[in-house]
């Protein structure tokens, strides 16, 4: 048995639907963007979902966009379990970083460590739902409240949602909770477009913002010729998405319902499956919240050995992302984090997409269950 860790979802009417957009003379942002986003906007319940060219982009225009109104704070908490995508746009919007330890039970942020470092110099919080479970959203609102007590100021919040397409907290699906999100649609991600990602923007001023910056600072819903015609107020990039990545992310939206509900299907097997087994422990899973489980993460003894077992019987296991502080490139933020220290010592991830039947999981469990 072969099972891989990620694999591309791709509907199999995608091609039929392409080929039309491919001929049609008009592949940069079109209409096929605008329909993608509305079946976005009608998913997430939140009207203000702007699709960009990566979740990496996403994340540099909400950076970006804090810096404007940060009043010279220059610092954002954030955790260094992730991809370096959610880090690296920081520093590239000439933000110091300030590490927050890692949560062992979630690996998620460490909140209580986020409410010890917050200062006159916050900027903003940086969150990531690991593996699509999400952050306690009211305890980072308490903690955005006491820095505005302490410092007359309130942070923003950026959530990086990469993992946690369709993940709820407390019944509401993320995007709807007074922050900005990223959303990716990477090649592996719940939904993919090939590429591309979008910003959610809690407010309508915000959103108007975010579509001007991801096209250079023009109003592409003024003036036809819109080059030639507006005085940009304020420069902008070239992130937006196009008809192709959108006709993509179109044919697989229909599918996502069927995803989401076997990755969730997968993660509650394992969690049932794998308690109590030896040499396991297995991540927080509260009730009041709804993983997207884009990754299965669980904590062994001996990885080594773990790896090596499941790799001899045809299971792809993988750390999926290290700690980002250890690059050189971020060597001057480098602060003790014991509790990422220990996470990262021991966490390794499963399959449990939505390729992973109910054979292909009895058998992994099964394998583990032997021991390593």
Request: hydrophobic share 35%.
């Amino acid at each position: 048995m072969n099972i891989p860790l990620f694999k591309v979802y791709m509907a199999e009417d995608a091609s039929e639907a392409l080929e039309p957009v491919l001929k049609s003379g008009y592949i940069g942002q079109g209409p096929k963007v605008e329909e993608f986003e509305n079946c976005l906007c009608r998913y997430l319940g939140n009207p203000c979902v702007a699709t960009v060219n990566s979740g990496t982009s996403a994340l540099h225009l909400a950076l970006h966009m804090v810096k404007g109104r940060a009043a010279g704070r220059d610092e954002v908490i954030t955790t260094p379990l992730t991809c370096t995508a959610t880090n690296f746009p920081i520093i590239a919007n000439g933000f110091k970083i300030r590490w927050a330890d890692v949560d062992p039970q979630t690996c998620n942020v460490d909140l209580q460590d986020v409410r010890r470092k917050i200062g006159p110099n916050t900027a903003a919080i940086m969150v990531v739902h690991w593996g699509g479970y999400p952050v306690d959203l009211d305890e980072l609102s308490d903690i955005q409240d006491q820095c505005h007590e302490l410092y007359g100021y309130r942070p923003a919040v950026i959530e990086d949602c990469a993992h946690a397409f369709g993940a709820e907290y407390k019944g509401k699906l993320l995007g709807n909770h007074g922050n900005v999100c990223m959303f990716s649609f990477q090649a592996i991600k719940h939904l993919t477009a090939g590429d591309g990602g979008c910003l959610v923007s809690p407010s309508y001023s915000e959103h108007q913002q975010t579509k001007l910056l991801r096209w250079y600072g023009l109003d592409r819903e003024k003036s036809p010729d819109m080059r030639c015609e507006q005085n940009v107020q304020g420069w902008g990039f070239k992130f937006h998405m196009n008809d192709i990545a959108a006709t993509i992310g179109i044919q697989n939206f229909a599918h996502i319902s069927d995803i989401l509900e076997t990755h969730r299907e997968n993660g509650k097997f394992y969690l049932e499956s794998l308690e109590g087994i030896p040499g396991i422990t297995l991540l927080e899973d509260k009730p009041d919240r709804a993983s997207a489980y884009w990754i299965y993460t669980i904590r062994v003894k001996n990885r080594d050995g773990f790896i090596k077992k499941m790799n001899e019987h045809g299971i792809a296991v993988s750390k999926v992302h290290d700690r980002n502080d250890k690059h050189a490139c971020l060597h001057e933020f480098r602060v003790a984090l014991p509790n990422t220290d220990k996470i990262c010592s021991d966490m390794i991830c499963i399959p449990s997409g939505w390729w992973v039947e109910q054979e292909e999981r009895e058998y992994i469990v099964d394998c583990i269950q032997k021991g390593w």
